[in-house]
């Protein structure tokens, strides 16, 4: 087909027309809300007594599987109106009925999970060797012994109901305040107000005067309403610390090392080996100090080139430059890649009242997905582009699969997406026109690594130490900027001149609720798409094929279980770990010896 002139912006119209008037829309929510009154009704007569129990079984989990697909759906609409158009007031109003039905479904499939633990064990393994289950034993499973985790189901439907307005309002509040948030920016000698995600993107300016002057002046705007942001994540935080209390759960990372499929062990692991290979990155930015000419980077430095020349790419360019070098891997990904940019499935287009960051989101009633940034041009920009490319092809490739084998959690999300933009990071320095375009694209990798092993790290640090100040009582905003500095020093070795005591309020990841502890699954991705990678470096072209069967698996077992069957390895152990921070810790290495003096 070939690439053709691209527009910036995406189409939503393919899903529904006019956006957040639209009444095709409000039918589509109509028909959601008619699925789920017939779900609680089959769920309800779903009972361990009944000798239809397997045919019973098999209409549940089929209602269930078109009625989560339409409400994924709706919800991935809503998020991209809301996040195109900040301002879109209608979109808003939509997002809560959305939380409703999402409440409502939540309630359904807590006394559906309860049901499925009251069956006996003798009959349950019988069910669970029929041939209607064998795909999706590991799934039912998995939903059978949380039960043993939680609440009698009269109480997790409380909860489930209480939390739309009392735990996920928190984080439609933070977004609210963020979203209403105008950062003043001189250039040309003229100040204009720009969003906070505009500003983030400023933040890699070349002029130091400029990055200073943005990140001062970010700074400002979370101070004048820390209190307010302190608020939302003590209060969201404060909801969460109270269920576990009464499910009995005393470890915070219980829940998201349940949610990811990972065991503790694992996560200590990984830390271990990045704690012990940290000293080059530490090595690192030191030399970006040097070469920056200050005695040590700030945090608005710690993101900013080097040179005195950066490449920019034009949106047209860069889409080219992902396809050419997607290609280079394997001809599915190349061929996807180039689909997604021809039937605009990318917003990328740098203006006002855009949300802040990068992601992508699945409509899995239609076959598609969306990717939302702000591409300005810098090679960071194209990371990004190729990252979220790599999430949607991973929910390509799961298409074929059974929907409920395709929630995955967020560490192996992460895999894909990392995973795509080594891809394109290992192109950019072999195509490099001279040796400081070299120099500059492989100090824009490393600082994808100071983001997983560093500032990554020092986001955990900092929210596993808050949630155990908090199990005390509310923990106020100046307490909260000397959590967050401890966190920052500890994780980037004191490398620092100046650190960001507001991260906490700037950074969405700590006021999301449908993910707890949205931080060490990205360290995870990380690395484990390192060791893949390493995997694929040795294989060539015929990784391609490996690697997507490794991705349609990434639903349906642990990650540890998922890296033996695929990898052969064993994630408790250092091996892979090592093997695979060792092609990060080559970039530093290769970094010092080319700019030593």
């Known amino acids: 087909m070939g690439l053709k002139p691209l527009q910036e912006t995406w189409d939503l119209d393919a899903f529904f027309k006019r956006g957040s008037s639209s009444s095709e829309f409000i039918t589509y929510l109509q028909h959601i809300q008619q699925l789920l009154d017939e779900l609680r009704q089959k769920v309800d007569a779903f009972s361990k007594e009944d000798t239809q129990i397997e ?14 697909k339409k409400l994924a759906q709706a919800g991935s609409f809503v998020s991209c109106l809301q996040s195109q158009n900040t301002k879109d007031m209608k979109a808003g109003s939509l997002r809560g009925s959305i939380a409703k039905l999402e409440a409502e479904l939540g309630t359904i499939l807590a006394g559906f999970d309860q049901s499925l633990a009251e069956i006996p064990t003798s009959q349950w393994e019988e069910l669970m060797d029929s041939a209607a289950f064998s795909d999706v034993r590991y799934i039912l499973n998995e939903r059978r012994e949380h039960v043993k985790d939680q609440l009698p189901v009269e109480q997790e439907t409380l909860i489930q109901k209480l939390a739309v307005d009392g735990y996920h309002a928190w984080d439609e509040l933070y977004s609210s305040l963020v979203n209403k948030i105008t950062i003043p920016f001189e250039q040309n000698g003229e100040t204009q107000m720009i969003s906070v995600g505009q500003a983030e993107n400023a933040m890699d300016d070349s002029d130091r005067e400029v990055r200073k002057a943005v990140y001062h002046n970010l700074e400002h705007a ?3 309403d820390e209190h307010l942001f302190a608020s939302t994540l003590n209060h969201l935080a404060g909801f969460r610390l109270q269920v576990y209390e009464a499910r009995g759960w005393d470890h915070i990372l219980k829940e998201p090392l349940d949610i990811c499929r990972m065991k503790q062990e694992t996560l200590d692991t990984m830390w271990s080996v990045i704690d012990e290979h940290k000293q080059p990155f530490i090595d690192y930015l030191q030399r970006k100090a040097d070469m920056l000419g200050v ?19 034009s949106y047209q360019d860069a889409a ?28 990328a287009e740098n203006r006002p009242n855009k949300r802040v960051g990068g992601f992508c989101t699945n409509f899995p009633d239609s076959g598609e997905s969306r990717i939302f940034m702000t591409f300005s041009g810098t090679p960071s920009n194209v990371a990004t582009l190729a990252h979220e490319l790599g999430h949607s092809f991973h929910q390509e490739v799961m298409q074929d699969v059974r929907m409920l084998n395709r929630k995955y959690a967020m560490n192996v999300a992460e895999t894909a997406s990392t995973f795509a933009e080594m891809i394109v990071a290992d192109a950019s320095l072999k195509e490099a026109a001279n040796e400081e375009e070299r120099l500059s694209l492989l100090e824009d990798k490393l600082q994808r690594s100071v983001a997983f092993f560093m500032n990554i790290q020092s986001r955990f640090l900092f929210e596993q130490r808050f949630y155990e100040e908090r199990k005390q009582g509310e923990v106020p905003a100046d307490r909260l900027n000397e959590l967050m500095v401890e966190a920052q020093k500890e994780a980037f070795g004191d490398s620092l001149d100046e650190y960001h005591p507001h991260f906490w309020a700037s950074k969405l990841h700590f006021h999301i609720t ?3 502890f949205y931080n060490f699954p ?6 484990f798409s390192l060791g893949i990678y390493a995997k694929a470096l040795q294989a060539g072209a015929s990784f391609e094929e490996k690697y997507i069967a490794l991705l349609k698996d990434t639903a349906s077992m642990t990650v540890e279980d998922l890296a033996y069957k695929h990898l052969g390895v064993d994630l408790t152990q250092k091996a892979f770990w090592e093997e695979a921070i060792s092609l990060a810790v080559a970039d530093a290495e290769e970094f010092l010896e080319a700019t030593k003096a």
């Open 55 to 68: 045919k019973k079984l098999t209409t549940v989990l089929e209602t269930y599987e078109i009625t989560y």
């Open 222 to 224: 979370w101070t004048q």
């Open 295 to 313: 005695d040590k980077l700030s945090w608005f430095d710690v993101g900013a080139p080097i040179g005195s020349e950066t490449k920019t790419y």
């Open 320 to 347: 080219a430059f992902i396809i050419k070098h997607f290609a280079g891997f394997g001809k599915e990904l190349a061929a996807f890649t180039e689909k997604a940019f021809n039937e605009r499935w990318v917003e």
């Open 514 to 516: 449908g993910v707890p």
């Open 522 to 527: 990205y360290t995870f991705g990380y690395m």
